[in-house]
């Protein structure tokens, strides 16, 4: 695996028009990125990949061949951001410490970079990177450390406490991590007005 975009890009195909995407879109254009979205279209969304340097896959979990069906070979030699939660269709956790959900979207797309990265921050928080002025803590997991490198800086543009967590397989404790945010949130009735921050 190889990334080819530059450290610093300046457009991103966001696949996925829900919440997530929406507002990691407003966050990136109000830092001066070029973005464009897309939904449910293979053409587009092949047709987007190609455009992207940096491809943003923000869509339901289980969504995630189809997205693969739909980008293509288009998507080789790009980066593409894995903000998926690992939830089924029940809502129920749907990965495991042995094998993330970005380690099989790598296996899907072998000659792409993925990243994991925003999973663990509720979508409102995502425009700003902030909560009540303080900035959230994202990690950036990915065995290619260019590519770390690059979602590392769109995260801190954005507003985000940008961690670079290390290798792919570190996304086996990222992902629960976004779910226990959602726990939080819901179980035990914090609302989603919470996040993690990373003090050091």
Same mark, same amino acid.
Request: with cysteine.
């Given at each position: 695996?190889?990334?080819?975009?530059?450290?610093?890009?300046?457009?991103?195909?966001?696949?996925?028009?829900?919440?997530?995407?929406?507002?990691?879109?407003?966050?990136l254009q109000q830092n001066g990125y070029e973005t464009k979205?897309?939904?449910?279209?293979?053409?587009?969304?092949?047709?987007?990949?190609?455009?992207?340097e940096v491809i943003i896959l923000a869509i339901p979990f289980?969504?995630?061949?189809?997205?693969?069906?739909?980008?293509?070979?288009?998507?080789?030699?790009?980066?593409?951001?894995?903000?998926?939660?690992?939830?089924?269709?029940?809502? =129920?956790? /749907?990965?495991?410490?042995?094998? !993330?959900? $970005?380690? &099989?979207?790598?296996?899907?797309?072998? *000659? @792409?970079?993925?990243?994991?990265?925003?999973?663990?921050?509720?979508?409102?928080?995502?425009?700003?990177?902030?909560?009540?002025?303080?900035?959230?803590?994202?990690?950036?997991?990915?065995?290619? =450390?260019? /590519?770390?490198?690059?979602?590392? !800086?769109? $995260?801190? &543009?954005?507003?985000?406490?940008?961690? *670079? @967590?290390?290798?792919?397989?570190?996304?086996?404790?990222?992902?629960?991590?976004?779910?226990?945010?959602?726990?939080?949130?819901?179980?035990?009735?914090?609302?989603?007005?919470?996040?993690?921050?990373?003090?050091?």
């Amino acid at each position: 695996m190889v990334a080819l975009v530059s450290p610093v890009p300046s457009n991103g195909a966001i696949i996925g028009q829900g919440n997530a995407g929406s507002a990691l879109e407003k966050g990136l254009q109000q830092n001066g990125y070029e973005t464009k979205t897309v939904g449910k279209e293979p053409e587009r969304v092949q047709a987007l990949t190609e455009w992207g340097e940096v491809i943003i896959l923000a869509i339901p979990f289980p969504e995630r061949s189809n997205a693969v069906d739909a980008m293509g070979d288009a998507v080789d030699g790009k980066i593409l951001v894995d903000v998926t939660n690992a939830l089924s269709e029940n809502s =129920e956790y /749907a990965s495991s410490l042995e094998e !993330s959900g $970005a380690e &099989e979207l790598q296996a899907m797309v072998p *000659d @792409a970079t993925v990243v994991k990265c925003f999973n663990t921050v509720f979508s409102e928080h995502m425009p700003s990177g902030k909560l009540e002025g303080d900035a959230l803590t994202v990690f950036a997991a990915s065995d290619d =450390e260019e /590519a770390r490198e690059t979602v590392v !800086s769109m $995260a801190r &543009e954005i507003g985000f406490d940008a961690v *670079d @967590a290390g290798p792919l397989e570190k996304a086996r404790w990222l992902e629960p991590l976004g779910y226990l945010n959602m726990q939080l949130a819901f179980d035990q009735d914090m609302g989603t007005n919470i996040g993690f921050r990373l003090v050091r």
